[in-house]
């Protein structure tokens, strides 16, 4: 039975006390859950050296565009000061310290946050990384931050993230695969638990999106049709090296992206299309004039933006980083 609620704070309210209930099932225990020093060579241990020579040699045979991606991938990971922050600027939320929105945003932040202290050592031990340059480009995210499309709306924010998400679970599958088979296993292992996390918590934002579409099937919907009017960025879009400018570095990273398969047009088209059927876009009732305007738009833009896809030429490697050093 379907509960009419008043105002987005009341839907909100309503979303957030689902927040806290599902968190032991999309979050995992301190504790028990995997940290970086799991797989990183062990400073405490005589083998110290001898690890990292080893690690060293296996990340020797990356390609160029996977050293890359892999990098762009470990600064959007390390700019989480700015999501927490943006998230907590978000209207009609509860900022009590016990609220679903905070207990999950705190949480989410600390479970996102091994994946860029893992990569980033990562990094740093495998010789291949100009790492000041890199940390140049880390504080300039941070600084610069992002406008994503989704203003102070929650429900655009979910959008945003069930998307995101997402795409960054096929990124980090993606270079697990790529690294594999370029002979680095440990990375391999390394992004295949990051993909695991991010799929995980995917899952809990396309749920918590699933919640406001049940009582509040209009706006949810309008919410999800302006996302995909202004399109999806992703949270490193406004990417930069030193010397540039705002977002100058970032074509050039999803150029790389492109030409490994990492991440594609058609995958974006792919996503758009998992929502539609998580939602049940296309059976939900109750929408006003509106709605079923907005809905009219979401269903037919994956058929259109694919034939774009289909016709777009893969980038060619014309552009050498500042972060890489061999």
């Known amino acids: 039975m379907k509960i009419n609620f008043g105002s987005r704070k009341e839907v909100l309210s309503h979303v957030e006390k689902y927040m806290l209930k599902m968190m032991p099932t999309y979050l995992k225990p301190i504790d028990t859950n995997w940290q970086p ?3 990183l060579p ?23 565009d996977l050293v ?57 031990l495998s010789g291949r990384v100009d790492m000041r340059q ?43 695969s790529l690294a594999k088979k370029d002979g680095d296993v440990l990375l391999s292992k390394m992004c295949g638990v990051i993909a ?12 918590f999106m699933s919640k406001i579409f049940e009582v509040d099937p209009n706006e949810a919907m309008i919410a999800f049709e302006d996302m995909m009017r202004k399109k999806i960025v992703m949270p490193a879009h406004f990417l930069r090296e030193m010397g540039l400018k705002i977002g100058q570095t970032f074509g050039h990273f999803t150029d790389a992206a492109q030409r490994l398969g990492v991440y594609t047009a058609v995958d974006y088209v792919e996503i758009m299309q998992q929502l539609i059927e998580e939602w049940k876009i296309d059976s939900m009732k109750e929408l006003n004039e509106a709605g079923e305007k907005a809905r009219d738009y979401i269903m037919n833009l994956p ?16 552009y050498k980083f500042s972060w890489i050093n061999a």
């Open 303 to 318: 058929d259109r933006l694919l034939r774009v896809a289909e016709r777009m030429k893969n980038p060619t490697m014309d």
């Open 196 to 207: 695991a996390d991010e799929l995980r918590h995917a899952k809990a934002y396309k749920d």
């Open 134 to 176: 890199m940390e140049i480009s880390t504080q300039y995210l941070i600084a610069d931050g992002f406008d994503i499309g989704t203003g102070h709306d929650p429900y655009r924010n979910f959008v945003y993230t069930s998307f995101q998400e997402l795409a960054t679970n096929i990124s980090h599958r993606r270079v697990a």
């Open 42 to 64: 062990d400073s405490t241990s005589e083998s110290f050296y001898q690890d990292i020579k080893i690690l060293k040699e296996n990340a020797k045979d990356l390609s160029y």
């Open 68 to 124: 890359a991606v892999l990098i762009g991938d470990t600064i959007t990971e390390e700019a989480l000061p700015t999501y927490e922050s943006w998230l907590m600027t978000m209207d009609n939320i509860s900022r009590d310290e016990e609220s679903g929105w905070v207990k999950w945003n705190r949480s989410w932040t600390a479970e996102e946050n091994r994946h860029g202290d893992l990569l980033n050592k990562y990094l740093y």
């Open 37 to 39: 020093s799991d797989f």
